[in-house]
């Protein structure tokens, strides 16, 4: 974000549709995205590339019912972190679902919430 506010600002660059293809080949871990148009300052349309969903990192002993209280709190937040940050839109409990190499990598806690929201059985 600081080098976007720049004088000089920034220059965006995509991989094409191929390109996308081949990297998504090589680096199965990572997931088609688009940046909304927006998200950086002197970016006037969206930007389809490839990446990683953030993550919320924790230790393996992190109570599941403190897991769990921020899955639902990020989830119920969404619209308003939105709101306030454009590139939040990506961060949903679906896309880390999808980006989730194995369910065995999510922490009981936000399992135990996407089951309650419907996206688990």
């Known amino acids: 974000m600081a080098i976007a506010k720049w004088p000089a600002g ?4 995509s991989p094409s549709a191929d390109e996308i293809k081949r990297i ?3 680096h199965s871990f990572l997931k088609q995205t688009t940046m909304p148009a927006g998200s950086y300052p002197g970016q ?4 389809n ?7 919320v ?5 992190l109570p599941d019912d403190v897991a769990y ?7 119920k ?4 972190l ?15 679902l999808a980006a989730a190499p194995t369910r065995d990598l999510i922490h009981p806690g936000v399992l135990k919430y996407m089951r309650e929201v419907g996206l688990l059985n």
Do not use: Y
């Open 10 to 13: 920034m220059r965006f660059i």
């Open 24 to 26: 998504q080949a090589k």
């Open 44 to 47: 006037p349309g969206p930007i």
């Open 49 to 55: 590339s490839v990446g990683s969903w953030p993550f």
């Open 57 to 61: 990192l924790a230790r393996a002993s």
């Open 69 to 75: 209280r921020l899955a639902k709190a990020l989830h």
């Open 77 to 80: 937040g969404h619209a308003a």
């Open 82 to 96: 939105c709101a306030k940050l454009d590139q939040a839109q990506e961060s949903t409990l679906e896309n880390t």
